[in-house]
């Protein structure tokens, strides 16, 4: 049986992001898109996608469900590790204090880092257990909707 890596790769990439677009999350391809989101006031939660099995199996579920919550951030957005490479290398640099991981979440005020979810945290963890871990972020910085 002869499959083609690539395309297999595409299928997968392609369905990380719909997953994304669909629970609300804005794709930031380029180094433009990072800074015009990140310069919004406000919070903003930045979900670092991987197609990383494991982990990203337990992130995008966790990405997906901890926003239905009483306090949320203002914003929801997402860079692809890997995929859209220049993006997620500027979308890092407002990272102060945190190596790079992905799959990880980010939150930041104003475009300043508050808080991060990184891979270790996430990886081996139930998917529930990183939506509390969020959502304790969001009760403490974020404000109702």
Known sequence: MN?????FMNDVVRTAREEMDAAGYEQLKTVEDVDAAFGREGTTLVMVNSVCG????????AATHAVH???RPNHLVTVF???DKEATAKARDYFDGYPPSS???A????GK?????????IEGHAPMSVINKLQGYFEEHCEEV
């Open 69 to 71: 919550y009483d306090k």
């Open 3 to 7: 499959i083609d890596f690539n395309m």
């Open 107 to 110: 939150l930041l005020k104003d």
């Open 81 to 83: 590790a890997g995929q």
């Open 113 to 121: 880092i508050i808080t991060m979810v990184e891979r270790h945290e």
């Open 54 to 61: 494991c982990a990203g199996g337990i992130a995008r579920p």
């Open 103 to 105: 799959p990880s979440f």
